[in-house]
């Protein structure tokens, strides 16, 4: 059959996940024709075979852009539908392909992209932005879009008319969107059954990049200031400027880049702009960023203030007086923001002005109330007995996104208390009983954080029955847990994780199989 999808997978260096990748693609139920296209970018580590294996077409990339390697690999791919996926993204289950594909062929779908669900470590975003990725409900974007390349798709039309900017090194995907969604009669559209467990991201997303370039540093530096300061620079170039003045934060020319950093945060229509010099901000540590930054907890598009956030972490204490001096300024439903960058300077003024924040908005209800549960388990350690007794309360929210957070929350804050208190038996329930899965698949990841702390049996088994649930990304969470716990020198976990037939999900088989080998590599070293 001719291939009328062609799904590509950029790779370099992935032979940890690229196998399973590979082996779902191939396994997927649809009445469409399909090849794999890999793309490889010198891949040194044996992923290269298993793409020789599996593609119908590779390509080599040496000098890799984003936007480059993809318009090479849809140039030679064949289909009138590309899909593309990381390989370090296993699709769920043998529906993901049909389920991402299929409003593809309506002509109001400018591109499609699809859940992503993380590791239980994952980092990349805080968990209150990983989990927008993973929410069960679809939705149309016509602006500010959280398109993804990690999991999208598109018609080959869409990209004849507007192939992806080679300039672009990060998000081309979003500025693929942004220069076609001013076209009324488009949209993208988010579908929560076609997810992926997208792996690779553990550490947060603070990358430092420098493009290869004949430019010293100071002349980086000069260049990105000079675009800053231009009102007419395109949206790669100041992309471009932000990261590279964010890779250069001791150099001492860096410091002069810091108004026209600000001025961009403060008054960039693009909301990935604003993000990005944020972040650079941050990075640089320069107090006269200091009031742009608390003002960029007001920002109105979430990436903004949740990164404003985290760049006022890093001043430490010396952001300390200037986020208290914002605490009655600041509204209600942003008072979460504040709450996390007092959190996050670690001094230990910060951190109470924090705990009372979080208090504070517990008792909003809501957005105000969820966003702050998140932000409380990204910063805080050892709470109070009461301030863990009010996340539990939120496990049994008639909100499924609040009990959701409340259970990750918990999860984090029992673990590192190393004793569970009050709540354990409401997670218990969640896991066992809540009739949405994403809420099901997070009780399952805090009881298996109770499971490590406390080397415990009971939990172990919590984690067994959960294998036997419904819904995949439940079983991935628990086979997840166990395979970690089997890491930990779990036994007994192993033993069940082994035990698993083969699943629908392959998520879980994935996970089945570093538990298993974990379990062999214990074995054989205590033999």
Same mark, same amino acid.
């Given at each position: 059959?001719?291939?009328?999808?062609? %799904?590509?997978?950029?790779?370099?260096?992935?032979?940890?996940?690229?196998?399973? +990748?590979?082996?779902?693609?191939?396994?997927?139920?649809?009445?469409? $024709?399909?090849?794999? +296209?890999? %793309?490889?970018?010198?891949?040194?580590?044996?992923?290269?075979?298993?793409?020789?294996?599996?593609?119908?077409?590779?390509?080599?990339?040496?000098?890799?852009?984003?936007?480059?390697?993809?318009?090479?690999?849809?140039?030679?791919?064949?289909?009138?539908?590309?899909?593309?996926?990381?390989? *370090?993204?296993?699709?769920?289950?043998?529906?993901?392909?049909?389920?991402?594909? /299929?409003?593809? =062929?309506?002509?109001?779908?400018?591109? %499609?992209?699809?859940?992503?669900?993380?590791?239980?470590?994952?980092?990349?975003?805080?968990?209150?932005?990983?989990?927008?990725?993973?929410?069960?409900?679809?939705?149309?974007?016509?602006?500010?879009?959280?398109?993804?390349?990690?999991?999208?798709?598109?018609?080959?039309?869409?990209?004849?008319?507007?192939?992806?900017?080679?300039?672009?090194?990060?998000?081309?995907?979003?500025?693929?969107?942004?220069?076609?969604?001013?076209?009324?009669?488009?949209?993208?559209?988010?579908?929560?059954?076609?997810?992926?467990?997208?792996?690779?991201? =553990?550490?947060?997303?603070?990358?430092?990049?420098?493009?290869?370039?004949?430019?010293?540093?100071?002349?980086?530096?000069?260049?990105?200031?000079? +675009?800053?300061?231009?009102?007419?620079?395109?949206?790669?170039?100041?992309?471009?400027?932000?990261?590279?003045? /964010?890779?250069?934060?001791? *150099?001492?020319?860096?410091? $002069?880049?810091?108004?026209?950093?600000?001025?961009?945060? /403060?008054? *960039?229509?693009?909301?990935?702009?604003?993000?990005?010099?944020?972040?650079?901000?941050?990075?640089?540590?320069?107090?006269?960023?200091?009031?742009?930054?608390?003002?960029?907890?007001?920002?109105?598009?979430?990436?903004?203030?949740?990164?404003?956030?985290?760049?006022?972490?890093?001043?430490?204490?010396?952001?300390?007086?200037?986020?208290?001096?914002?605490?009655?300024?600041?509204?209600?439903?942003?008072?979460?923001?504040?709450?996390?960058?007092?959190?996050?300077?670690?001094?230990?003024? #910060?951190?109470?002005?924090?705990?009372?924040?979080?208090?504070?908005?517990?008792?909003?209800?809501?957005?105000?109330?969820?966003?702050?549960?998140?932000?409380? #388990?990204?910063?805080?350690?050892?709470?109070?007995?009461?301030?863990?007794?009010?996340?539990?309360?939120? &496990?049994?929210?008639?909100?499924?996104?609040?009990?959701?957070?409340?259970?990750?929350?918990?999860?984090? &804050?029992?673990? @590192?208390?190393?004793?569970?208190?009050?709540?354990? @038996?409401?997670?218990?329930?969640?896991?066992?009983?809540?009739?949405?899965?994403?809420?099901?698949?997070?009780?399952? %990841?805090?009881?298996?954080?109770?499971?490590?702390?406390?080397?415990?049996?009971?939990?172990?088994?919590?984690?067994?029955?959960?294998?036997?649930?419904?819904?995949?990304?439940?079983?991935?969470?628990?086979?997840?847990? &166990?395979?970690?716990?089997?890491?930990? @020198?779990?036994?007994?976990?192993?033993?069940?994780?082994?035990?698993?037939?083969?699943?629908?999900?392959?998520?879980?088989?994935?996970?089945?199989? &570093?538990?298993?080998?974990?379990?062999?590599?214990?074995?054989?070293?205590?033999?």
């Amino acid at each position: 059959m001719a291939p009328s999808i062609s %799904v590509i997978v950029r790779f370099h260096n992935e032979i940890t996940h690229i196998g399973a +990748v590979f082996r779902a693609v191939r396994a997927q139920r649809t009445s469409h $024709g399909v090849e794999i +296209v890999a %793309v490889d970018n010198a891949s040194t580590d044996g992923s290269r075979e298993f793409a020789e294996e599996y593609a119908d077409q590779l390509i080599d990339i040496d000098d890799y852009r984003p936007g480059f390697a993809l318009n090479r690999a849809v140039e030679t791919a064949r289909g009138d539908t590309v899909v593309i996926v990381s390989a *370090h993204a296993v699709p769920e289950h043998d529906r993901w392909l049909a389920n991402l594909t /299929a409003d593809t =062929e309506r002509d109001d779908v400018l591109g %499609v992209y699809g859940a992503q669900v993380y590791p239980l470590h994952a980092k990349f975003l805080d968990k209150c932005d990983l989990d927008i990725f993973s929410d069960p409900r679809p939705r149309r974007e016509v602006a500010d879009t959280d398109f993804w390349n990690a999991n999208s798709a598109f018609r080959r039309a869409f990209w004849e008319r507007c192939p992806f900017d080679e300039d672009v090194i990060e998000l081309e995907d979003h500025h693929w969107t942004k220069r076609q969604l001013p076209d009324p009669a488009l949209a993208i559209h988010f579908e929560p059954t076609a997810a992926v467990y997208h792996y690779g991201h =553990e550490a947060r997303n603070d990358r430092a990049f420098l493009e290869p370039s004949e430019l010293t540093d100071a002349q980086r530096i000069a260049r990105a200031r000079r +675009v800053l300061e231009s009102p007419d620079e395109t949206w790669p170039t100041v992309m471009r400027a932000g990261m590279d003045l /964010a890779a250069l934060p001791g *150099h001492p020319d860096v410091r $002069g880049a810091v108004p026209a950093l600000c001025r961009q945060l /403060a008054e *960039h229509p693009d909301f990935d702009v604003r993000w990005r010099m944020a972040g650079a901000l941050g990075r640089i540590a320069d107090p006269a960023a200091l009031p742009f930054l608390v003002r960029g907890l007001e920002d109105r598009s979430f990436y903004a203030r949740d990164e404003c956030a985290w760049s006022l972490g890093r001043f430490g204490a010396a952001a300390v007086p200037a986020l208290l001096a914002a605490a009655d300024r600041v509204a209600a439903e942003h008072r979460p923001f504040l709450a996390l960058a007092l959190g996050l300077t670690g001094a230990p003024e #910060g951190a109470t002005a924090a705990i009372d924040l979080v208090r504070a908005s517990l008792a909003e209800g809501g957005d105000t109330e969820r966003t702050a549960i998140y932000f409380l #388990g990204e910063f805080a350690r050892d709470v109070s007995d009461d301030l863990l007794e009010a996340v539990a309360d939120r &496990l049994a929210s008639e909100n499924a996104m609040t009990a959701r957070a409340a259970a990750w929350c918990w999860g984090v &804050l029992a673990a @590192g208390r190393g004793r569970p208190g009050r709540g354990l @038996g409401a997670v218990a329930a969640l896991a066992a009983g809540h009739p949405e899965a994403t809420v099901r698949s997070e009780a399952v %990841v805090a009881l298996g954080r109770i499971a490590r702390s406390e080397r415990g049996e009971d939990r172990i088994a919590d984690l067994g029955a959960a294998l036997r649930d419904d819904a995949g990304r439940v079983r991935q969470a628990a086979m997840q847990s &166990l395979r970690l716990a089997v890491e930990s @020198g779990g036994t007994q976990a192993g033993l069940i994780a082994e035990a698993h037939p083969l699943d629908p999900d392959f998520g879980v088989n994935f996970e089945r199989e &570093l538990a298993v080998a974990a379990l062999r590599k214990d074995q054989g070293e205590t033999q």
